[in-house]
């Protein structure tokens, strides 16, 4: 089969696109013809050696990957044959293998495609949309909430801007440039701001002079440090991610904000998962976001590379250059 691997951490150049054999599915997995793979910004600092929570750093060479969406074709074992030639769709959690003609997975993590969803669709709801849902576990969003989301064109971004304004929330979005500013009004935001232009706050403040009442933050730096400065007394600072940095502050600026209420969360790892509860909290979420999905009220942003195009999809992913999920197709 034709995959991409990586021999030796480093930049997106060390992915390369070569031919591999399929793999065997063991006792209770499944193998799957795999027609859409997810790309996280996770897998970019896997590559690079950057073990970050909770991923450790893969063995090489390795395939990279981890959300797949295809058709089964082969069991393992003592696997359930009525998988057998299903459409499904599967996080594979911690073991890679995703950026690849075919991949395995154990068949009690896998989720059938919904009618309606194609497997790209499928595939960013079993990651980012699971994540999205569980960040909103902690927003309480309601036709009395103004919503601040920086990154609003991202994979996350998109679907936070449409499950408030399903919820009737008035919604700021933030984002990178006239194209994904564009993309993020068309998703509905009732403001969308070019947040690379200098005096950007000033903008939202002309238009929303009494404040959010939460920001999504999953940008940090500078860029966060001015969006706290856009929220209302009382307010919710939910934190998920620090792509611009960490969020540094004075001393009088963060006094400024307790006097204000403003409550900081950070809603990643064992936090989300203890809201949503349940004995598999991550395939709860898992669920919930592909049922959002099938009903219409979410629909995930993608950007479609050919599987043979990892590196470039990686370089893009890195520099700010996609727009929603991005995803790659053998």
């Given at each position: 089969m034709n995959a991409v691997r990586l021999h030796a951490f480093g930049p997106a150049e060390n992915l390369s696109y070569e031919r591999t054999p399929r793999p065997v599915p063991a006792p209770g997995q499944?193998?799957?013809?795999?027609?859409?793979?997810?790309?996280?910004?996770?897998?970019?600092?896997?590559?690079?050696?950057?073990?970050?929570?909770?991923?450790?750093?893969?063995?090489?060479?390795?395939?990279?990957?981890?959300?797949?969406?295809?058709?089964?074709?082969?069991?393992?074992?003592?696997?359930?044959?009525?998988?057998?030639?299903?459409?499904?769709?599967?996080?594979?959690?911690?073991?890679?293998?995703?950026?690849?003609?075919?991949?395995?997975?154990?068949?009690?993590?896998?989720?059938?495609?919904?009618?309606?969803?194609?497997?790209?669709?499928?595939?960013?709801?079993?990651?980012?949309?699971?994540?999205?849902?569980?960040?909103?576990?902690?927003?309480?969003?309601?036709?009395?909430?103004?919503?601040?989301?920086?990154?609003?064109?991202g994979g996350i971004g998109t679907l936070l801007v449409q499950y408030a304004k399903n919820a009737g929330a008035t919604v700021i979005a933030l984002a990178g440039g006239p194209a994904k500013t564009a993309r993020a009004a068309a998703n509905r935001a009732d403001l969308a701001v070019d947040y690379t232009e200098p005096g950007w706050p000033d903008t939202v403040r002309a238009h929303h002079p009494d404040g959010a009442t939460v920001l999504f933050d999953s940008v940090g730096g500078p860029t966060a440090r001015a969006a706290l400065g856009l929220l209302a007394p009382g307010?919710?600072?939910?934190?998920?991610?620090?792509?611009?940095?960490?969020?540094?502050?004075?001393?009088?600026?963060?006094?400024?904000?307790?006097?204000?209420?403003?409550?900081?969360?950070?809603?990643?790892?064992?936090?989300?998962?203890?809201?949503?509860?349940?004995?598999?909290?991550?395939?709860?979420?898992?669920?919930?976001?592909?049922?959002?999905?099938?009903?219409?009220?979410l629909r995930p942003a993608l950007q479609r590379y050919p599987l043979s195009e990892a590196a470039a999809a990686h370089h893009a992913l890195e520099t700010r250059g996609t727009i929603g999920k991005v995803i790659l197709e053998p």
């Open positions: 499944v193998r799957i013809a795999v027609a859409a793979a997810g790309v996280h910004l996770l897998d970019t600092a896997l590559r690079q050696g950057v073990q970050g929570p909770p991923a450790p750093l893969p063995e090489l060479p390795t395939i990279p990957g981890r959300e797949v969406a295809g058709t089964v074709d082969a069991l393992g074992p003592g696997t359930d044959p009525a998988w057998l030639g299903r459409p499904v769709v599967v996080h594979l959690g911690f073991a890679p293998g995703g950026y690849a003609e075919y991949a395995v997975a154990d068949a009690q993590r896998l989720h059938p495609i919904p009618p309606g969803l194609d497997p790209a669709e499928a595939v960013a709801m079993i990651g980012t949309g699971r994540t999205a849902l569980g960040i909103l576990q902690f927003a309480d969003l309601g036709p009395a909430s103004t919503a601040l989301v920086p990154a609003a064109a307010a919710r600072h939910l934190v998920f991610g620090w792509s611009d940095g960490p969020l540094t502050l004075t001393d009088a600026e963060r006094a400024g904000l307790t006097a204000r209420g403003i409550t900081t969360q950070s809603v990643l790892g064992p936090v989300m998962l203890r809201r949503a509860g349940g004995d598999d909290p991550l395939r709860l979420l898992e669920t919930r976001a592909l049922a959002e999905a099938a009903a219409g009220r």
